[in-house]
Nanobody, 125 residues
């Protein structure tokens, strides 16, 4: 079972930036990797995903143009660059991994087999 460890969360002012990282215990180039977030009282929602072998990236509409997901294959690490953070962006951010066969929606948490423990993001106005 793959191990995922997130880091990089913190507290920033609205308009600020954070870079989250997810370190995996093994090669992830053949997996679909995603970031989810969950605010208190809300469902877990997909933020961004990446499938390196096909050069595919996916984003939630709410973060397009502000967030960027990338994968450092040599370091088995997925990054989420978050810019222009808004008061609606806070929550616990989780890294998730899915293996083939792929099906369903990338933003459906039930599609993912492995999860990290999460890193907290707070945005103050």
């Amino acid at each position: 079972q793959i191990q995922l460890v997130e880091s990089g969360g913190g507290s920033v002012l609205a308009g600020g930036s954070l870079r989250l990282s997810c370190a995996a215990s093994e090669n992830i180039s053949w997996r679909y990797m995603a970031w989810f977030r969950q605010a208190p009282g809300k469902e877990r929602e997909g933020v961004a995903g990446i499938y390196m072998e096909r050069g595919i990236t996916d984003y939630a509409d709410s973060v397009k143009g502000r967030f960027a997901i990338s994968l450092d294959n040599a370091k088995h690490t997925v990054h989420l660059e978050m810019n222009a953070l808004k008061p609606e962006d806070p929550g616990m951010y989780y890294c998730a991994a899915d293996g083939p066969p792929f099906g369903g929606s990338w933003s459906d948490p039930d599609e993912y087999d492995d999860w990290g423990q999460g890193t907290q993001v707070t945005v103050s106005s």
